[in-house]
């Protein structure tokens, strides 16, 4: 158990300590068009003392690195594709000095003035916080449900099934916690698009799992930071833009192939013990039937 688990209350008192080192980490794949308005927008999201963008061996690897590098941060290129997770992984292996903490972004994030002050500010005051994340807007304004449950077999299947076409019903509604998006409060995982990992908690789960090539590794790692004993907690004070999946959006059925082995690969990790072997079985058929549906 880490030293600072034990209470939610800063300790009061005794000799000032030094700022907390923040290390920034994104993950780029074909992500020319949208990476300079994020490197342009941590001038002044606050206090950042390093950041390192790695990327998955895309066609456009020398155009970001080169608006990287401009910008005067760090530019990892890695030999391989390696997912979301790996990526950050790179990013942060490649960092120069240990972080206390590593906020992990999309390139098609825009961060609001004083945004990531705001996120460090909550997790010295919440030191049993593993992970915190900020408001994220849409494009439109509108605000994405990104502090959501865990999802269970029940409200994970019904989401999967009627999510797109029956968006009001009463299982999906339960799994985003929508309607709860202006106080702060816990959470079962928060968005991979933006989160604030506290570098401890980091450490002590060897962060992201690798084996989840895009998707649900940031259902995985809050699942694995509450099981730990820590907790994810949503900070609606600190905002920032979402704009969209650029480069996802361009290899669409790719990625819902990768979405739906990845829902497999977590539903069978929580429902692992032998006897829910059939239960297994027919999420892997139910999830190809609708990978079918999906991308006919």
């Known amino acids: 158990m880490t030293a600072d688990r034990t209470g939610d209350a800063a300790p009061a008192g005794g000799a000032p300590h030094a700022a907390p080192r923040v290390l920034v980490v994104s993950v780029t794949y074909n992500s020319a068009d949208t990476i300079e308005p994020f490197l342009t927008s941590l001038a002044t999201a606050g206090r950042i003392d390093e950041v390192i963008v790695a990327d998955n061996a895309?066609?456009?690897a020398d155009q970001v690195g080169a608006a990287v590098r401009a910008a005067g941060y760090r530019f990892v290129e890695l030999e391989r594709n390696e997912g979301y997770g790996g990526g950050v992984r790179g990013a942060v292996d490649a960092a120069s000095a240990t972080p206390d903490y590593i906020l992990v972004a999309n390139p098609d994030v825009i961060f609001t003035p004083g945004a990531v002050d705001a996120l460090v500010a909550a997790g010295e005051q919440l030191p049993r916080a593993g992970s915190l994340g900020p408001k994220i807007l849409?494009?439109?304004?509108?605000?994405?449900p990104s502090a959501r449950r865990l999802?269970?077999?029940?409200?994970?299947?019904?989401?999967?099934?009627?999510g797109r076409i029956w968006p009001g019903n009463p299982w999906t509604v339960r799994y985003r916690a929508e309607g709860k998006t202006e106080t702060r409060r816990d959470a079962g995982w928060l968005s991979g698009a933006c989160v604030l990992v506290r570098g401890a908690a980091y450490r002590e789960l060897?962060?992201?799992?690798?084996?989840?090539?895009?998707?649900?590794e940031d259902v995985d790692l809050g699942d694995r930071?509450?099981?730990?004993?820590?907790?994810?907690?949503?900070?609606?004070?600190?905002?920032?833009?979402?704009t969209g999946a650029h480069s996802t959006s361009r290899e669409r059925k790719r990625m819902e192939k990768a979405h739906h082995d990845s829902a497999y690969r977590y539903l069978s990790r929580r429902y692992a013990a032998w006897y829910f072997a059939p239960l297994r079985l027919a999420v892997r058929l139910g999830l190809w039937g609708r990978l079918w549906w999906v991308s006919r």
């Open 58 to 60: 895309s066609a456009e």
């Open 138 to 144: 849409d494009a439109d304004g509108t605000v994405y």
């Open 151 to 162: 999802p269970s077999l029940r409200t994970g299947v019904a989401h999967a099934l009627f």
């Open 206 to 216: 060897d962060g992201f799992d690798p084996g989840y090539f895009m998707y649900f």
């Open 225 to 242: 930071l509450g099981r730990a004993g820590w907790r994810n907690v949503y900070v609606p004070e600190a905002v920032v833009t979402h």
